[in-house]
């Protein structure tokens, strides 16, 4: 598959890949936190879950290594995505057979979070494979509506590993919903099975060090700004959301309800903002979709700050209010990610398209994942209300490297696609 086929094939394969990575994602950032705190395990532990982010973060590491090495006979990329999917299926079947009482203790929490780790380093080396695979596939033009195709496979998968993951759990049992989970991952694998790849695109041996991948694509002119840029973007919103669903289950909402709110209402909210951020950005223009969506998403997370002013007030809780805010939330969040991929995609090089892609998205997660784990602490200390507000406010703030930097972008991706070949 290259970049002559149908678009409608190219954006399903890559639907279907990002939805899988989505999933192990949704289970320890989205359905673990209210589980742990079923079991009245402290919020500051909890905000410690983050840590099981830690492949994502590091994944460039390996990342020269899976664009270097392959079977030719599979091809580039498939050659990585289809053993780790199957391997990350077969650590699903271990965790449906874990007792989820030991998560009363500190050793059962510890054993649930090493196979949840290796669940999300399959994914996330799958995801360096994919992400190859969506540069080298995509024309410049399409990529606004390609990234928005991939913000809401992530979420998808964020929804049907965390929302519809609770929802199951309070409706079925733990076995049964982690089995459901292992097949929708073998279904959602089929499509990849029957993918033939284009001939590779590699770079030439030039006798540098493994990192020197790295290094050479923040030594381009203009690089160090959208350093920052990755650095601060998601930090902000990244804090906000990590105390969601401790929160709701302080509400007093059940694990159907929590699961309900995310699995119907946010995988709709998600899929929406997700595609129209992709079109939007392709005629806005980057850095003012990037800016406006960024803005947006900052809303997003301080509007949580009223459903905890309310409860704190004594007031009843108002489910209809709970899912609109947590639509608007998934909404503008997926309209802010679709945005800033699209510029990541521009900036990847066709030769090192996996390595450039990841090392991008692994300073987001790096950044994002360390608010993350400062989570707990700021809620306990602040409350609920504070800590949305504070979260909100450093979201606004720190737009304005992405306000300043993201001038350059045009003639940044420009370079790229003259100087690079990116179309093979």
């Known amino acids: 598959m290259d970049s002559t086929s149908p678009l409608r094939a190219r954006l399903w394969l890559l639907l279907t ?9 949704g289970v320890f950032t989205q359905a673990l936190p209210a589980i742990l705190r079923t079991y009245d395990v402290p919020l500051t532990i909890i905000g410690m879950s983050g840590l099981l982010a830690m492949p994502w973060a590091l994944k460039f590491l390996w ?17 990585w995505i289809i053993p780790m999917q199957f391997l990350g299926i077969a650590t699903l079947l271990v965790i449906a057979l874990f007792d989820p009482y030991r998560l009363a203790s500190e050793a059962g929490v510890r054993e649930f979070f090493l196979l949840m780790f290796l669940v999300n380093l399959f994914a996330a080396t799958q995801d360096v494979a994919t992400d190859g695979l969506a540069v080298r596939t995509l024309d410049f033009h399409e990529r606004g509506l390609g990234n928005g195709v991939q913000v809401a496979g992530y979420r998808i998968g964020l929804i049907l590993g965390g929302g519809l993951l609770l929802y199951l759990i309070g409706a079925w049992d733990w076995r049964l919903s ?30 540098q060090p493994w990192w020197h991948v790295f290094t050479s694509f923040f030594a381009r002119p203009g690089l160090k700004g959208w350093l920052v840029v990755l650095v ?16 709701l289950v302080d509400m007093g909402l059940d694990l159907k309800q929590i699961g309900l709110m ?3 209402v946010g ?15 392709g005629r806005l223009g980057r850095r003012v979709a990037i800016v406006g969506f960024g803005a947006l998403q900052a809303v997003g997370v301080a509007a949580y700050a009223l459903l905890s002013w309310r409860h704190d007030a004594g007031l009843p809780v108002d489910l209809a209010l709970v899912y609109g805010i947590n639509a608007l939330e998934h909404f503008v969040s997926g309209m802010a990610m679709a945005a800033l991929l699209t510029a990541v995609m521009d900036l990847a090089r066709p030769d090192h398209a996996g390595a450039d892609f990841t090392v991008q998205v692994s300073i987001l997660a790096i950044f994002g ?22 979260s909100a406010a450093v979201a606004m703030l720190l737009l304005w490297p992405a ?17 690079q070949n990116a179309r093979p």
């Open 262 to 264: 995310v699995s119907l």
């Open 403 to 419: 306000a300043v930097y993201c001038r350059r972008l045009p003639q940044l991706a420009g370079g790229v696609l003259s100087g």
């Open 267 to 281: 995988s709709f909210a998600t899929l929406a903002g997700a595609l129209l951020g992709g079109w939007l950005t």
């Open 17 to 25: 890949l990002y939805t899988c990575q989505g999933l192990p994602t």
């Open 178 to 207: 982690f089995l459901a989970l292992a097949a929708l991952l073998l279904l959602l694998t089929l499509p990849v099975l029957r993918l033939r790849e284009a001939a590779p695109v590699l770079a030439a041996a030039d006798g």
């Open 63 to 79: 990342a020269p290594f899976v664009e270097a090495h392959f079977s030719a006979r599979y091809g580039q990329r498939r050659s």
């Open 232 to 247: 601060t973007y998601k930090a902000g919103e990244s804090l906000g959301s990590a105390m969601v669903k401790p929160m």
């Open 369 to 390: 994942g360390s608010a993350y784990l400062g989570a707990g602490f700021v809620a306990e200390a602040l409350g609920y209300t504070g800590y949305y507000l504070l």
